[in-house]
């Protein structure tokens, strides 16, 4: 039989019960940085959506029209919602999905292990929602195996019926670049794997509906593997120019200036920059459901631990060339009034999880420093329970410092203005120009 909801015989129809509820094409769940811009895409491509999100505070803003992710404007959500969308924290309200894209957080627990209980939950409550020819797609990012060995049987479980017999299912990394002018949704190419051939026909007849290019993996594992090569890739290539920082400052080596030279080459290299640590989702806490899984095989993934264990000493790196700066200038760190420049992970946005911005501030003010921060993105910032002083007007905030630390080059911030009547500063992203009292990282 075709898995293919569209060509479902009236015999699967719902029954009398279930028409009383609306048929909808795709039914998103969990609506955050991810589930939202994928509503968005196929809500404006002319399908009908749903989203079901547990945060019923989000789902009543959604519904009026309020966003919150930074790259879905509230405009956008106001348009979702004439072309039909619409957000409900009740899984007996969603209708009559054809399609299902899951879209939970993976958090790691309290012992870094992968906690796959929100997806758990999500997949749950598709089980119970689960009929012959839709479509279930896990996106959310996860080690290589999580459809088949956890998804797979707790559909087949709740439902009574078989994946790649009678309903179709398969994973699909997302690849959204928060902040990423150029590329969106629409334009990145998507990846699907399937369980079997015909759900990778399945998944790629959905994303073609809502995306330019959709490529396909030989399988759901292949899918579930690109997404974590992908972030493992750039997390490992990070660390390497942030342990190289370390060295070239001893050997007095510009390492800003070595990058700048080896872009130049065409072919073979790709530029990656030092920084004061990796933050987000994809890089510090992704790479790990990789390593876990490998753990189980009775071997440590080495890159990735290594990668890990560099860019998390990042932090306490600044801080000791923040020490040095001040001790430099006959200043001790406690006592010194230090602005933070960006507290954000990324420049241009507001998402904080994660930053290296705040267990580098929990580190100056252990050792005593007035610390104050300025982020256009972000309105108040704590650190542990302790609220961080915000600095309104950033001209005086820059004045009067002993020391500012540049984390994240917003496109807001000038570096020439930055420069201009500082009394020290701390580069930590290399485009501030050189002058007596710059340093870069
Ligand atoms: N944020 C990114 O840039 C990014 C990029 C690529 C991949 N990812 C991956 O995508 C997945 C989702 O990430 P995110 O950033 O969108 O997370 P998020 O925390 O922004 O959003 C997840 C949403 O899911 C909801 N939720 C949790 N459990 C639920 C359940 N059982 N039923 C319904 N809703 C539920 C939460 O309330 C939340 O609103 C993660 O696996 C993440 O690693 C994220």
């Known amino acids: 039989m075709s898995v ?66 930074g790259d879905v404007p509230a405009s956008d959500v106001a348009e979702m919602l ?26 790691l627990s309290a012992d870094s292990a992968p906690d796959l209980s929100a997806v758990r939950g999500a997949v749950e409550a598709t089980g119970r929602m689960l009929r012959p020819g839709m479509l279930i797609v896990l996106e959310s990012t996860t080690y290589p195996g999580t459809t088949d060995e956890v998804v797979r049987p707790l559909l087949e479980k709740a439902s009574g019926l078989t994946a790649g017999v009678d309903f179709s299912l398969a994973f699909s990394p997302e690849r959204i670049d928060p902040g990423n002018p150029v590329y969106g949704f629409r334009n990145t190419p998507k990846i699907v794997g399937g369980l079997t051939p015909a759900c990778t026909d399945a998944a790629e007849g959905f994303y073609a509906r809502i995306c330019d290019q959709v490529v396909r993996a030989k399988s759901a594992r292949g899918a579930e593997m690109a997404k974590l090569l992908e972030n493992t890739y750039r997390h490992v290539n990070i660390a390497l120019v942030n342990e190289m920082l370390i060295l070239c400052r001893e050997l007095d080596v510009d390492l800003w200036d070595a990058i700048r030279c080896a872009a130049t080459k065409p072919f073979g290299f ?105 982020d256009p993105y972000v309105p108040d910032w704590q650190v542990d329970g302790r609220v961080i002083p915000r600095a309104e007007d950033l001209d005086a905030a820059l004045a009067d410092a002993d020391l500012v630390i540049l984390l994240q080059a917003h496109r807001s911030y000038d570096p020439a203005r930055l420069s201009r009547g500082v009394r020290l500063l701390l580069d930590t992203r290399g485009v501030i120009p050189a002058a007596p009292h710059v340093e870069a990282l």
Do not use: W
């Not at 039914?27 to 939202?36: H, K, P, Q, R, S």
């Not at 409900?88 to 899951?102: F, H, L, M, N, Y």
């Open 82 to 107: 004439r072309k039909g969308f619409r957000a409900t924290a009740r899984e007996e309200e969603v209708g009559d999905p054809d399609t299902v894209v899951i879209c939970a957080p993976t958090p």
């Open 4 to 69: 293919f909801r569209h060509d479902r015989a009236a015999d699967d129809r719902p029954d009398d019960n279930q028409t009383m509820l609306s048929s909808t094409d795709l039914l998103v769940i969990g609506l955050g940085y991810v589930g939202l811009p994928l509503a968005r895409e196929a809500a404006f491509s002319g399908l009908t959506v749903v989203g079901l999100d547990l945060n019923t505070e989000l789902v009543a803003g959604l519904n009026a029209g309020r966003s919150h992710v």
């Open 270 to 374: 790709q530029p990656f920059y030092p920084g004061p640590g990796v933050g987000g989702h994809c890089i510090p806490i992704d790479p790990n459901y990789l390593s876990y899984k490998v753990r189980t095989l009775g071997y440590r993934f080495r890159f990735v631990e290594l990668a890990q264990e560099i860019n998390g000493q990042m932090p306490g790196y600044v801080t000791d060339r923040a020490a040095e700066l001040l001790n430099t200038h006959a200043k001790a760190v406690n006592g010194a009034k230090v602005l933070l420049l960006g507290v954000t992970y990324k420049r241009d946005i507001a998402d904080q999880r994660e930053s290296p911005a705040r267990p580098l501030a929990r580190r100056l003010l252990g050792r005593g420093a007035q610390v104050s921060y300025h």
